[in-house]
Nanobody, 123 residues
Framework: QVQLVESGGGLVQAGGSLRLSCAAS???????GGWFRQAPGKEREFLAA????????YYRHSVKGRFTISRDNAKNTVYLQMNSLKPEDTAVYYC?????????????????WGQGTQVTVSS
């Protein structure tokens, strides 16, 4: 069973950048690695996903152009580079792994989750 550990969250001013990391241990990432976030009182929402084989990437429309998902096969790690951050980006950010090669943006389609890392963007 793969285990995921996120890092890189923190407090940043609006317009700033952060890079989140998600390291997998136990076994290699499965078919997809994904990033989600959940703000207080809101549902968990999809942000981006990367197909481990081939590196194809997918994004939520509202973050496309600001966020970039990438992977390092050798380190078994997925990254989320976040630029031009806005106060509405404030949330707990989670990485997740999906075993099936059928693409989905639904959180229920991801079976392994990290513990989450807080991102706070001040205005």
């Amino acid at each position: 069973q793969v285990q995921l550990v996120e890092s890189g969250g923190g407090l940043v001013q609006a317009g700033g950048s952060l890079r989140l990391s998600c390291a997998a241990s136990g076994r290699t990432f499965s078919a997809y690695g994904g990033w989600f976030r959940q703000a207080p009182g809101k549902e968990r929402e999809f942000l981006a996903a990367i197909k481990w084989s081939g590196g194809y990437t997918y994004y939520r429309h509202s973050v496309k152009g600001r966020f970039t998902i990438s992977r390092d096969n050798a380190k078994n790690t997925v990254y989320l580079q976040m630029n031009s951050l806005k106060p509405e980006d404030t949330a707990v950010y989670y990485c997740a792994a999906r075993n099936s090669y059928i693409y989905t943006e639904s959180p229920s389609g991801y079976s392994v989750w990290g513990q989450g890392t807080q991102v706070t963007v001040s205005s």
